[in-house]
């Protein structure tokens, strides 16, 4: 059969690794909702809609125990991500050109981990039932899946502004190529002749009109522009999934919110929420126009319900990571008096052990530490600064964390991810970056850590990954620009040169 040609063959998606789709994020968020737990040390991966493999190749590279498969119809992205998996040397990836709806043939055995970020509600009627078929037959036991999709009623509005979009004429004569800088003068047009701002709806549709150009050409192409995009309400995502004896667990974003802040009393209400009605509602009050579902087996969720972990316990079986700054100078580190820590949001904290492990964290960003090791370094820091303790500074931080976890201002890891970092860092005299970050940097804006998460390449760092071929001294390095020494330590603090 001909093979249907495919937009994103002409203008390939930009793809960055999608740190909510780590296995070990998606095994923690089922352990926290009281669903199956699923593998952590070795496992089966498939992306559906893996567009160039990104998100998959740097998790084959972190995980070399795991084996991943990726799915997709574009046939240029998928030469571009078997070309990157074969400079890499990867034998446990492999990618498939193919159309969702023609899965069958290969005859896929069970996959622990099945992705499916930013194609549900892009693709036509039938390619989302097959997706939630796959997730159906395909899903070992404790299998989880993951699948993203844009979300009422946050996102109408984007969807006023699509529409406007598509049904402009210069937009709809372009080309595929022009189409994205074409959608871009419409949308500073339609904002120029906005009426005064000073009424709800002006307001509304100017934020969304201002977001168009700030986005790639290759997303207004694919998100404002593509012929499918359907925005679902929880609910009925649910109630489809469940048709398809799968059940919902969690959102990968409770505890880490991508791209959408949340105001505290939501989050807190959010935390304590367990039906979907109130999901719901609380997706209307809080405008919100993403998703990414967690789902499992129905009876992957009946039988784990019996053997539920509560937050303490889990907290106890993480690790804890965290980036704080603060401009206090001096740092109050007693009780009640009050600090504020600036992160993806501002912190308020009056308790010392609290103030004592945020600076902990802060100073070991990105690496994680277990409560019990942080709990002991933050009576060592307090009582190195003469500041005592109150009695129960354990449940006093046991608590703080817990909230700042579901607040997503403290990151939790199933797993150390200690073993890719001794096998990345050596204390190796000639500077080598990995070939992930060899690759990355010679293709992409963003390195990917062992974390998975996407890392801004700031200025130098392509020279310095460049210089560092195992073939230069550290300091040979530092000595041919001033910057140099600086960026190649922090390269070197995240693994990406070792
Ligand atoms: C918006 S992109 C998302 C890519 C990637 N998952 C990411 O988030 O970076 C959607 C991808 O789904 C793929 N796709 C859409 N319909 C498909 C189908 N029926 N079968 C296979 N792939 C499909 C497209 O080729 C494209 O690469």
Redesign the pocket.
């Known amino acids: 059969m001909k093979k249907k040609i495919?937009e994103?063959d002409e203008v390939p998606?930009v793809?960055?690794a999608?740190p909510n789709t780590n296995p070990c994020h998606l095994a923690l968020c089922s352990m926290w909702a009281g669903g199956p737990r699923a593998p952590i040390d070795s496992y089966r991966v498939m992306?559906?809609?893996?567009?160039d493999g990104?998100?998959l190749i740097a998790l084959a590279f972190y995980h070399p125990n795991s084996t991943f498969v990726g799915?997709?119809?574009?046939s240029v992205?998928i030469e571009m991500a078997r070309t990157c998996a074969a400079a890499l040397k990867l034998s446990n990836i492999r990618f498939e050109d193919?159309?969702?709806?023609e899965l069958e043939q290969y005859n896929f055995s069970h996959f622990d981990y099945i992705i499916a970020?930013?194609?549900f509600s892009?693709?036509p009627e039938n390619?989302r039932t097959a997706i939630f078929e796959f997730c159906q037959q395909k899903l070992s036991r404790n299998g989880l899946a993951y699948i993203s999709y844009n979300t009422m009623p946050g996102w109408a509005m984007r969807g006023v502004v699509r529409d406007a979009l598509l049904r402009n004429k210069m937009v709809r004569i372009a080309t595929v190529r022009q189409k994205a800088e074409v959608a871009i003068d419409v949308a500073h047009k339609l904002r120029e002749e906005l009426p005064d701002c000073e009424n709800a709806y002006s307001a509304l549709l100017d934020s969304e009109l201002k977001r168009v150009p700030e986005c790639t050409p290759s997303y207004i192409l694919?998100e404002y522009l593509e012929p499918y995009n359907t925005p679902f309400w929880f609910r009925d995502f649910v109630h489809r999934a469940q048709s398809h004896d799968l059940a919902y667990i969690i959102d990968a974003q409770f505890c880490r919110k991508e791209g959408q802040s949340n105001s505290a009393s939501l989050s807190e209400a959010y935390g304590k929420t367990n039906s979907i009605e109130q999901e719901e509602r609380i997706d209307v009050l809080h405008q919100r126009y993403f998703r990414a579902s967690i789902l499992c087996r129905k009876e992957a969720r009946q039988s784990a319900r019996q053997q539920p972990l509560d937050s303490t316990q889990i907290l106890h079986n993480v690790f804890l990571a965290a980036f704080f700054t603060t401009d206090s100078d001096p740092f109050i580190l007693r009780d009640d008096v009050p600090e504020y820590l600036e992160g993806e949001s501002t912190v308020m904290l009056d308790e010392s052990i609290t103030k004592a492990a945020l600076l902990i964290l802060s100073r070991n960003w990105p690496h994680g530490k277990s409560f019990g090791e942080l709990y002991e370094e933050s009576l060592d820091f307090l009582k190195q600064h003469d500041c005592q303790p109150k009695k129960d500074a354990l449940k006093i931080l046991e608590k703080e964390i817990l909230t700042m976890f579901k607040a997503g201002q403290i990151e939790f890891r199933l797993s150390s991810y200690q073993h890719h970092m001794d096998t990345i860092q050596g204390a190796d005299k000639m500077p080598k970056a990995t070939p992930l970050a060899q690759i990355e940097s010679e293709t992409k804006d963003m390195l990917t850590s062992a974390y998975h998460s996407s890392v801004l390449l700031v200025p130098h760092d392509k020279e310095v990954i460049q210089l560092a071929d195992g073939t230069r001294s550290e300091k040979e390095i530092s000595s041919i620009h001033p910057e140099f020494e600086q960026r190649l330590q922090v390269l070197r603090h995240w693994g990406f040169v070792k």
Do not use: F, K, P, R
């Open positions: 495919n994103y998606y793809c960055q999608i992306e559906l809609g893996c567009g990104t998100n799915v997709d119809g574009s992205q193919a159309d969702i709806l970020h930013g194609v892009w693709v390619v694919h």
